[in-house]
């Protein structure tokens, strides 16, 4: 059974005009997949794991043979199976609002949780690095307030997509389709309102054919 993890970075819920085009993209994959899996997880309701001093002292006392509390080893253990977890799935939707040019916090986390050697990359002194997840492929939702698109001049502002592309294609996964919704707010109503339509409406069709 194929299995969809819909990632959802922002904490607003149905009134996130981000989740509204995720949600017609859901229903359109849904639709065209009946016999598939979804599940979501939420960033900011969810729970994620804190990568803390303990996590990290089980994380290296295990990559260096050495000896770790149990504390430490039982931390470090939640961090694994939340990479097993996200690994477990075949397609991924990541639903992202630009927060100050860059990432919500809680998605910062969460990556930061997923990136870890030998579980999601592999260090080769020859061939360098390599991603572990697969390349699987990403439905990457990114909406931002103003306009950040090749051109406008404030391109070199986005710190969103760059990253985002960046940090995926670490873990292994190149395969990034990405509906950019923007500007949503530094334009008029009228104009706002068409770009979300059109945002929608492209995510249907993207959702249809994932």
């Known amino acids: 059974m194929v299995k969809l993890l819909h990632i959802k970075a922002t904490p607003r819920g ?9 949600n017609a993209f859901l229903q359109a994959y849904r ?23 303990l996590a990290v002292a089980g994380k290296y006392a295990l ?12 931390r470090w253990q939640v961090v694994v ?3 097993d977890h996200f ?3 075949d397609k991924y939707l990541l639903t ?29 002194p020859e061939a360098g690095f390599s991603g572990l997840v697969g390349d699987k492929p990403v439905q990457l939702i990114a909406s931002r307030g ?13 710190s969103q997509l760059p990253y985002l592309k960046l940090i ?14 923007q500007p949503l707010d530094m334009t008029t109503p009228d104009h706002s309102q068409q770009v979300l339509a059109e945002a929608i409406a492209q995510a249907a069709q993207a959702g249809a054919q994932f």
């Open 81 to 83: 199976d939340t990479v």
């Open 146 to 158: 103003g306009d950040y698109a090749e051109g406008t001049g404030l391109e070199q502002l986005d």
């Open 63 to 74: 990559m260096h043979g050495e000896q770790a509390s149990a504390e430490a080893v039982a």
């Open 168 to 181: 995926l294609g670490f873990m292994g996964l190149t395969d990034v389709r990405i509906i950019t919704a």
């Open 14 to 22: 149905d009134e996130s005009r981000t989740v509204r085009i995720a």
């Open 96 to 124: 992202c609002p630009m927060w100050n040019f860059a990432i919500p916090y809680k998605l910062k986390q969460y990556i930061d949780v997923l990136v870890q050697p030998t579980l999601t990359f592999s260090f080769d």
């Open 31 to 53: 639709g065209a997949n009946p016999a598939d899996a979804t599940e979501t997880l939420d960033l900011f309701s969810d729970g994620i794991p804190e990568f803390d001093a």
């Open 87 to 89: 690994k477990s799935f």
